[in-house]
C-alpha cells in the first residue's frame, strides 16, 4: 500500500514538473478531442510527410497509457519525458533510447520479436513547423490498426477505431513553430466487438501501416466532394463539394480545363454547394481508355487539383452497364499483402506490382478484399483501368446485434466513401463477406447498404455471400440477396467440398434477377510443387480447379464477373502448415515472391480469348 503512495506521489509530481516545462499537457489523455474528419483527395493537398522512422516502445500491458488500477495516466508516455539528474522519481522510458520502425509500415514484418504480436505499441517522432496564418493542419493518417490514439507535444489531438481508412486530426492549436513532437499508441489487439472482429484469414498487421503526414488548408476550406457524370444524361457532371466552416453562399467553383467547362455554385445550409453542369466533348473512364481529367476546385482561399474519371455505372436486368454497355468483369481478388517483402502493401510500387500482374492476367476488375485499400492502390486503379470492388471489413461472424459494432461498420463505411468516392475505377461498395445467415445479419447488413446507397448513389452495392447447398447443386437465395444491387457468392468446390470434377455436374439455382460475380473460388498450391492433377497442394491441382471450375460458371446465365481467390498468396496465422503453408494462405495464383503458378496461366488464357463470361 505504502508503495502505492509513494508512486501517486511521484504521478503528481510529474505533472507538477512537466508544468513547468515547455509543454503543458492536458488535464488527462481522457479530456474528450474533437473526432477526426474525412478528406477527400488529402493526397492531392500540398503535405509535410511524417514518414521515416519513428521511436517505438511496445507496450503489452498498456502501461504508458494505464495506472496499475487501470486508470488513463495524466503523465503517460505521451509525454515524452527525460530522466533528468536529481529526478524524485524514475522516469522508466526514453524514446530518444527506443529502437525505430519505419512508418509507414507494420510491424510485425520489421522485427523479428513483434512478428506475432498483437498489442499496443507506442511511436514517437520528432518534427519541426513553420505555422502558416490562417490556416488549419490536419495531422493525416493513410491507416492504423486497429486502433489509434494521438497527442501532439504532449497534447492529445485524437482517437480513432478501425485499421483500414484514413482520417484527419485537427492539430492547429497543438503545433508550435520551431521543434514539436507527435506520439501515436496503436494497439491491434483482437476483440469481439471490434470490426472486423476476432477471426479472420489474414494477418493482423499492426501499426501505422500508410502514409502520415501534415495537411493545411486555408479556413474555411473544401474537406469532401462528390463529383461523377449523371446516369440521368451522361453530357452531365453532377455531385456536390462540401466546405468546412463555409458560410452560407460562400462561392465554391469546379473547372475541367481541358474540357473548356467551368461551373459555379453557392454553399448551401448544409455547407455543400450542388452542381450539374453540362460538358462537351467528354472522353468517358473506362479499362480501354482510362482518361483522367484535371478538375479544379476552390473555395475562397482554398483550392485542389484533382485527377478524375468519369464514367456511369448501374444495373439493367442482369447486365451490368459500363458508360451504358454490357459488361462482364475479369478479375481478380487482391489482399493489401505487399509482393516480396510481405506485410501490408501501401505504396505506388505495390500498387503498380499487383496490378500490373491483374493487367498480365486479362483482369479489367479487381475484388480489393478485405477491407478498404489505400489510397495508391485506388489511383493506380483509376490511372490503368481497372475497375474496382471496394469492401468493408464486415467480415465473417460479428456481433451482428450489437448496436455499438453496428456504429463501428457505419463510421469504417462513412470513411470509406467519403475517402474513396472521388475515384471513377471504384464500381461497387461491397458491405460484407460471408456472414451467417440470420434475422441479425441481415438487418445489420440492410442498414450498412441503404447507408451506402444514401450516401453514393452512383454506385452499385454487393456483398460476398455464403451459397447453400441442395444435394449435388447450389442455391443462392441468401435473404440478403434481396438489399444489394449485384449478388456476390463464394464457393469452393474442388477444395473444402467435393474434387475439382465436382464441378462438371454441379448445377445453380440463382433465385434473384440480378447480375452475379462469383466473388471467389479457387484452391491452394505451393510455387513450384509439381505432381498429379489429384494431388493436393501441386499447381496442378490448383490448375484442375480452375479447368473444371471456368466451364461450370460459364454455364450460369446471370454470371457478370468473377473474382477467384486469389492474385497473390498472403500470411495468415490459420495457415500453419509447414513446408507448404508457413503461414501463408497458398491460394495465390501468384507467390509472394513473385512466381506465377500453372493456374495463372489457366485463367489468363481464358480472359484473354474471353471463352469465360457474356456481358449479357
Ligand atoms: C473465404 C474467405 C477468404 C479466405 C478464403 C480461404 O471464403 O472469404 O477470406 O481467405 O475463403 O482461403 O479459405
Not at 479530456?31 to 514518414?51: F, H, K, M, N, Y
Not at 458560410?247 to 473548356?260: G, M, N, R
Not at 447450389?474 to 449478388?487: F, Y
Not at 457478370?560 to 495465390?588: C, H, T, Y
Request: charge should be negative; proline fraction near 5%; glycine fraction near 6%.
Amino acid at each position: 500500500m505504502k508503495h502505492r503512495s509513494i508512486r501517486l506521489c511521484f504521478i503528481a509530481l510529474t505533472v507538477a514538473i512537466t508544468s513547468s516545462f515547455e509543454v503543458i499537457p492536458t488535464a488527462s489523455a481522457v479530456t474528450p478531442v474533437a473526432a477526426p474528419i474525412v478528406l477527400t483527395g488529402a493526397d492531392r493537398r500540398p503535405a509535410q510527410s511524417l514518414e521515416g522512422e519513428w521511436a517505438t516502445i511496445v507496450d503489452p500491458y498498456f502501461s504508458g497509457l494505464y495506472s496499475f488500477h487501470h486508470e488513463e495516466k495524466a503523465n503517460g508516455w505521451f509525454l515524452n519525458q527525460k530522466a533528468k539528474p536529481g529526478d524524485p522519481f524514475p522516469t522508466e522510458y526514453d524514446f530518444s533510447k527506443a529502437p525505430k520502425l519505419k512508418v509507414p509500415g507494420d510491424w510485425n514484418t520489421q522485427r523479428e520479436s513483434l512478428f506475432f504480436y498483437e498489442g499496443p505499441v507506442w511511436y514517437e517522432h520528432d518534427f519541426t513547423y513553420t505555422p502558416k496564418e490562417h490556416t488549419r493542419l490536419f495531422l493525416h493518417v493513410g491507416a492504423a490498426n486497429y486502433r489509434a490514439w494521438f497527442w501532439v507535444n504532449g497534447q492529445k489531438v485524437c482517437e480513432h477505431e478501425g485499421g483500414f481508412t484514413a482520417f484527419n486530426c485537427e492539430v492547429t492549436a497543438a503545433v508550435h513553430a520551431g521543434n514539436n513532437f507527435v506520439v501515436a499508441a496503436v494497439d491491434n489487439t483482437r476483440h469481439e466487438d471490434n470490426v472486423p472482429t476476432l477471426e479472420t484469414d489474414w494477418w493482423n498487421y499492426g501499426g501505422l501501416t500508410r502514409e502520415v503526414s501534415l495537411i493545411a488548408v486555408p479556413d474555411p476550406f473544401i474537406d469532401q466532394y462528390d463529383l461523377h457524370l449523371s446516369r440521368a444524361d451522361d453530357s452531365v457532371i453532377e455531385g456536390w463539394i462540401h466546405v468546412m466552416g463555409g458560410q452560407k453562399d460562400a462561392s465554391v467553383e469546379v473547372e475541367i480545363p481541358a474540357l473548356h467547362a467551368k461551373a459555379s455554385a453557392k454553399v448551401e445550409e448544409s455547407g455543400r454547394a450542388a452542381f450539374h453542369f453540362a460538358v462537351q466533348g467528354l472522353e468517358r473512364w473506362s479499362p480501354a481508355t482510362p482518361k483522367l481529367y484535371k478538375v479544379a476546385l476552390r473555395s475562397g482561399e482554398d483550392s485542389l487539383e484533382e485527377l478524375m474519371g468519369f464514367r456511369t455505372i448501374e444495373v439493367r436486368g442482369t447486365d451490368i452497364l459500363l458508360n451504358e454497355k454490357p459488361i462482364f468483369l475479369r478479375g481478380i481478388a487482391i489482399h493489401a499483402e505487399a509482393p516480396y517483402r510481405t506485410g501490408r502493401a501501401y505504396s505506388d510500387k505495390d500498387a503498380e506490382t499487383l496490378l500490373g500482374w491483374a493487367q498480365e492476367l486479362g483482369c479489367n476488375y479487381v475484388r480489393l478484399a478485405h477491407y478498404p485499400h489505400a489510397e495508391t492502390m485506388l489511383r493506380a486503379a483509376d490511372r490503368m483501368g481497372l475497375m474496382v470492388w471496394s469492401e468493408n471489413p464486415v467480415y465473417w461472424a460479428l456481433q451482428f446485434d450489437n448496436p455499438k459494432v453496428l456504429a463501428k461498420a457505419e463510421q469504417q463505411l462513412d470513411e470509406e466513401i467519403g475517402t474513396s468516392r472521388n475515384h471513377a475505377a471504384i464500381i461497387l461498395w461491397s458491405m460484407a463477406n460471408e456472414t451467417p445467415n440470420t434475422e441479425a445479419r441481415t438487418h445489420f447488413i440492410e442498414t450498412l447498404a441503404n447507408r451506402a446507397r444514401a450516401l453514393d448513389s452512383s454506385r452499385l452495392i454487393t456483398a460476398a455471400l455464403l451459397v447453400r447447398a441442395e444435394g449435388h447443386n447450389k442455391v443462392v437465395d441468401d435473404p440478403l440477396g434481396k438489399a444489394l444491387d449485384v449478388i456476390g457468392v463464394n464457393e469452393y468446390i474442388g477444395w473444402y467440398e467435393g474434387h475439382p470434377d465436382t464441378a462438371d455436374t454441379t448445377e445453380w439455382r440463382i433465385e434473384y434477377q440480378k447480375p452475379l460475380i462469383v466473388s471467389e473460388f479457387g484452391g491452394g498450391a505451393k510455387a513450384g510443387l509439381h505432381g498429379d492433377e489429384n494431388e493436393r497442394w501441386t499447381e496442378e491441382y490448383e490448375a484442375n480447379i480452375y479447368r473444371h471450375q471456368l466451364p461450370m460458371l460459364n454455364k450460369i446465365p446471370q454470371l457478370r464477373g468473377m473474382s477467384p481467390w486469389v492474385l497473390m498468396d498472403f500470411r495468415s496465422p490459420n495457415r500453419p502448415l509447414a513446408g507448404i503453408q508457413d503461414e501463408f494462405n497458398r491460394k495465390g495464383l501468384i507467390s509472394e515472391k513473385g512466381e506465377k503458378k500453372a493456374a495463372f496461366y489457366v485463367l489468363q488464357k481464358a480472359y484473354k480469348e474471353q471463352s469465360v463470361g457474356k456481358p449479357h
